[in-house]
């Protein structure tokens, strides 16, 4: 036990060293990614009969006419000290209209990975341990169509259902009057159910099939074998398995969590959520490159330290990984 510490310090500092290339890679991706898509940054602003004067004053303000080498780490050099720059569309600043967004969407995103992980743990748990039987079968097909339905979709149908056709739940936004204020009272979480719900499909498929998977993997080892043969009960014996299959359903788990991350744009366009799809998708639409940049570099920023986490918990419930 005493050597463990030093041990586990020393993994999650090779970990920390590893993100940091991982984090310049990401945000020379991301900048030049923006870059190189067809389109004019100033369009939006820039009256049709803008003279050639002011689309040169315009882009020395906002620095597009610079090269590309000196507008990344003029940009890079600004976002490590929390200057994303200012949106061309509004004017305002980019970091508080992101880091508004990324607070909405965090609210979405975990809500849905803990929908999708608990459903997800129990089907899948439970068809691992009934394998082949009528259970498993049942809770691999609910496993299936969660992965294959789309999300889009599948928001539209529930809109249609409970908003339209039953009136239970309210159709878009994140609060009444169109607020983007996130407030944890019962009148914001109305809006909060449809949007996870929908959200939550994919993740709880994918999440059933591999615990299914660990689960009839893991009962059929020597171990398992050995404890009922010692006497331990079937509670026992489930204790164990679970132990051994949490930290690869921990990882799928985060692995998930950074999708909806990323991933939600046509979700919160669905139901009109503000979070940082919503903010992407105008941002693409109206060609706001300070404002896609900033929204890009903090979701991949949130990915690579969200997979960090993931590591140092998996590493904590499985020691032997430290080794590796």
Not at 40 to 60: G, K, T, W
């Amino acid at each position: 036990m005493q050597q463990a510490n030093p041990i586990m310090l020393s993994f999650i500092l090779r970990r920390v060293l590893y993100t940091v290339p991982i984090m310049l890679g990401v945000s020379l991706v991301c900048f030049a990614l923006v870059h190189i898509s067809p389109g004019d940054p100033l369009v939006s602003i820039l009256p049709p009969d803008a003279s050639v004067e002011l689309q040169e004053q315009m882009m020395a303000i906002y620095g597009f006419d610079k090269s590309y080498p000196e507008q990344f780490l003029r940009w890079l050099g600004l976002a490590l000290q929390g200057d994303l720059g200012n949106s061309i569309a509004s004017g305002r600043p980019v970091a508080s209209e992101v880091l508004n967004a990324v607070g909405n969407t965090l609210v979405l995103a975990v809500t849905a990975t803990i929908i999708g992980f608990t459903l997800g743990g129990l089907f899948g748990f439970v068809a691992g341990y009934f394998r082949d039987s009528w259970i498993d079968k049942l809770a691999t097909a609910i496993s299936v169509v969660g992965v294959s339905v789309p999300h889009y979709w599948l928001g539209m149908v529930m809109v249609i259902i409970f908003s339209v056709e039953l009136r239970w739940l309210p159709a878009t936004g994140a609060g009444p009057g169109g607020s983007s204020q996130w407030v944890w009272d019962w009148e914001h979480m109305q809006y909060l159910i449809l949007p996870a719900v929908t959200m939550s499909v994919i993740p709880m498929g994918i999440v059933a099939r591999t615990v299914r998977a660990l689960v009839a993997d893991i009962l059929q080892q020597e171990f398992v074998s050995g404890l009922r043969a010692k006497g331990l009960l079937d509670r026992g014996v489930l204790a164990h398995v679970i132990k051994n299959a949490a930290p690869t359903a921990l990882a799928v788990m985060g692995l998930q969590l950074g999708y909806l991350l990323g991933g939600s744009i046509l979700i919160e366009t669905v139901f009109s959520w503000p979070g940082t799809g919503f903010l992407l998708g105008q941002a693409i639409f109206q060609r706001d490159l300070p404002l896609l940049q900033g929204t890009i570099l903090v979701l991949a920023m949130f990915f690579v330290i969200l997979n960090l986490l993931v590591d140092v918990a998996q590493t904590s419930l499985d020691p032997r990984l430290q080794r590796g």
